[in-house]
């Protein structure tokens, strides 16, 4: 469902919400957004479309930790929502202030798994008069994979594509289309598992060899069903791995030497097998202190990026790949290009497909 949005700021976002809306009526120059609420982190873009895709004209990200503690009590905690709630009406105002025309705001993992949920969306819509979507795991992996597809080598016919959340990690086999140029949904899983809600099963601040192993080997026995979907698949000689999410984009920056974390060198960044086991090492050897010191990690993930370390692993022992291609863009991306396809604007071929 896309929500239409109000351009009075004395109205306020999504105070009158239309559920349907005729997509010839948006104009080429509308402003569109995309909003994901994730267990981990709150992301906003705000974007118009182009000839040759969409400019980006405001952004908004913030640590909100939303899932913290959900894997132990089955509920999201009073402090997660007020932090979270901050950050969405941040989000809101910006939308507003920008004349959002046509947008989708979306809910992962931890409104999916909580027990108040539904009771926290509702509590977003009356307060802040946005109304946020809880998508399912399919939504979710199919919005991934629109997201950050184009990165994926031309030339490869088969691709595994991995975007690892807080509370769920989704991964997928991308066939290609020579004739068409255009990537194919073949398989996909979303294990019930992520950097939040492994770091609390095992702990994140001190990782010591045996604790990384036996995060790896969790992992592995989740990725199992996803292994067995794509056990007939064929590999060809430039299959590779296509990463999103913060772990990976912190590997890149910590392979750069960066003296803070700059999306430009980082996104669509190829890395071979030698680059990140050197990184994934330096990490695992880093303290804590150390990590939180880090310009590319920082005290918000360093508890948490060694059990994304741990996730990487086990997607790398199962799916052998030379190369690894870093993505900064997700689902926020994915739900900017299926809206403006809807509508008819920018450009009219897309290189992924369901």
Known sequence: M??????SPATGVGAQVATTQNPSAVHAAATYAALDLGTNNCRL????????GFRVIDAFSRIVR???????????SESAIDRTMAALRICRDKMT??????????ATEACRSAANGLEFVEQVRE???VTLEIVDRETEAHLAAAGVGDLAD???KAIVMFDMGGGSSEIIWLGGDERARRRRVRAWESMRLGVVSLAEKFGGVDVTDRTFVEMTAYVTDALRPFVDKVADETRCDRFHLLGTSGTVTTIAGVH???PRYDRRAVDGLWLDRRDVDVAVDRLRSMSYAERAANAC??????????AGCAILQAIRTQFPAERLRIADRGLREGILSQLMREDRVGPHRRGYVR
């Open 66 to 76: 939303l899932g913290e503690g959900l894997s132990l009590t089955g509920r999201l």
């Open 45 to 52: 873009l705000i974007a118009r479309p182009t000839a040759d």
């Open 256 to 258: 750069l030497n960066l």
């Open 297 to 306: 990690i920082g005290q918000e993930r360093a508890d948490l990026v060694l």
């Open 127 to 129: 307060q802040l008069g």
């Open 154 to 156: 031309r030339e490869a």
């Open 97 to 106: 202030a920008r004349g959002v025309k046509r947008a989708r705001t979306i």
């Open 2 to 7: 896309s929500d239409v949005f109000p351009s």
